[in-house]
């Protein structure tokens, strides 16, 4: 999913920015390993404590729980890095360098785990697998793969990044009115696309962690072979729905055919059925997609009209289509699927004849990750902005990072030779004239 995410972003922004957002996607991954590692999974995962945050210490080996071993750590090391991931395309093409390094290490080694501990922690305070105390409304909640967890958090922090640091230059004219910034290449955004398409398999039947579980005072165990196929179906089924119905909507409002809005549209399907595709039926799914397509349209107009830049739409994707898909866990989940995945007697869905009990959970994760992320991450965003660390100079930002950052782009499209960049860094004050390259 990472490569996903680094062939997505790449193709979303110009060209003059390619070599930075790809690095920001390397750096995602490995300073979210080490940060991680030395913190986030003992927030997210340590022992008994009080139900908000993990009790034990540094490193792998302080853990007794039999499941917190080493295989399950780089699992979850996946989703912390996918949450920055997430983040690092609201505030593309404008932010520096170190600004990342320190957003993407607090936000994987402090703010995503503290979430994933209250909600998918056996000692979480809102789990719907907690063993230590009573279950939040009786149900816990159901966010089986991280509509909220991971999606939400990575689209709220992006929120706030990119409305501190304000949009790109020319992404508005004088009268407010949006103007298109065009990312340089469809074809990696397709990539990209389907990278993640193929991902979300892991994401999202992969969570059942194992294949197995058992059942009785016996200890007998039966096949899960069922579930996660059906979870397989429902993820397919709402990415499917949620892209068809970008790409015929958008025909009617805007008038052409667009790739980039229907891989949007997919991704915002998948986002969205993430929290409750292992306990909804697949019809439900693509109730599930047809929303979510629509959530995001929604969104885009809203952020076009109040001028907030996000060059990935990755707040609206994310955040706001990773919301619609916890209260949609709350409205459709099924009784028996319920039973099946988290234990029989829990409340389920509201339309399906479950009551309020297991929406009124997911109401309560939307307003706890919505309010712990802006708490955390709004003050860290606005600190790098008062010092300066936040966005590059108006210079740098018209002249393309690549060129002023990372050593010229022509290394990432072009042969440094070939008179392309040469241009380009003269304008900068970088090399001198060559009259023999330019004789007009």
């Known amino acids: 999913m990472q490569l996903g995410f680094a062939m997505l972003c790449a193709g979303s922004v110009r060209a003059k920015n390619t070599m930075n957002i790809m690095l920001t996607n390397v750096l995602d991954a490995a300073a979210g390993g080490l940060s991680y590692y030395l913190f986030g999974y003992a927030f997210a995962f340590g022992g008994p404590s009080n139900g908000f945050i993990g009790r034990h210490s540094f490193g792998l080996t302080d853990f007794p729980s039999p499941s917190a071993d080493y295989s399950f750590f780089l699992y979850q090391w996946a989703f912390a890095i996918a949450a920055a991931g997430i983040t690092s395309g609201s505030i593309a093409e404008r932010t520096q360098f170190v ?7 607090f936000l994987t080694g402090f703010v995503y785990p503290i979430v994933s501990h209250w909600f998918w922690s056996s000692d979480g305070w809102a789990s719907a697998t907690r063993t230590n105390g009573s279950l939040l409304f009786g149900s816990g909640v159901i966010d089986f793969a991280g509509s909220g967890v991971v999606h939400m958090v990575g689209g709220i922090a992006g929120l706030w990044g990119a409305l501190v640091e304000g949009p790109r230059i020319g992404r508005f004219d004088r009268s407010g009115r949006s103007v298109v910034l065009r990312g340089h290449s469809a074809s990696l955004v397709v990539l990209g696309s389907f990278l993640l398409w193929f991902g979300w ?3 999202n039947p992969g969570s059942f ?3 197995a579980k058992s059942y009785g005072e016996s200890g007998g165990y039966y096949g899960q072979w069922s579930a996660i196929g059906r979870t397989a179906v429902t993820t397919t089924l709402a990415g499917c729905t949620a892209a068809l119905t970008t790409l015929f909507s958008k025909r009617l409002l805007v008038g052409h055919w667009n790739v980039i809005d229907v891989c949007n549209g997919l991704l915002g399907g998948f986002a969205a059925i993430t929290s409750g595709c292992s306990v909804v039926e697949p019809w439900a799914a693509i109730v599930c997609g047809f929303v979510a397509a629509w959530v995001l349209m929604g969104l885009n107009m809203l952020a076009a009209k109040v001028e907030f830049d996000d060059p990935l739409e990755a707040a609206q994707l994310h955040g706001g289509c990773g919301a619609w898909g916890v209260l949609f866990t709350g409205l459709f989940a099924k009784k028996k699927y319920v039973a099946e995945v988290y234990g029989s007697g829990r409340p389920y869905g509201l339309f399906m004849g479950g009551g309020g009990k297991l929406l009124a959970a997911q109401v309560i994760q939307i307003l706890v990750i919505c309010g712990w992320v802006t708490a955390t991450m709004l003050p860290l965003f606005y600190g790098l902005h008062k010092m300066r660390l936040l966005r590059i100079s108006r210079e740098d930002e018209t002249a393309g990072m690549d060129l002023t950052r990372h050593g010229g782009f022509a290394y990432a499209y072009h042969d440094e030779d070939d008179g392309f960049a040469k241009p380009a860094m ?15």
């Open 209 to 211: 962690l194992t294949i």
């Open 426 to 440: 003269f304008m900068m004050g970088r090399i001198e004239p060559s009259p023999q390259a330019h004789p007009q």
């Open 99 to 105: 600004a990342y390094l320190i957003y993407s290490s």
């Open 201 to 203: 398999y892991g994401f």
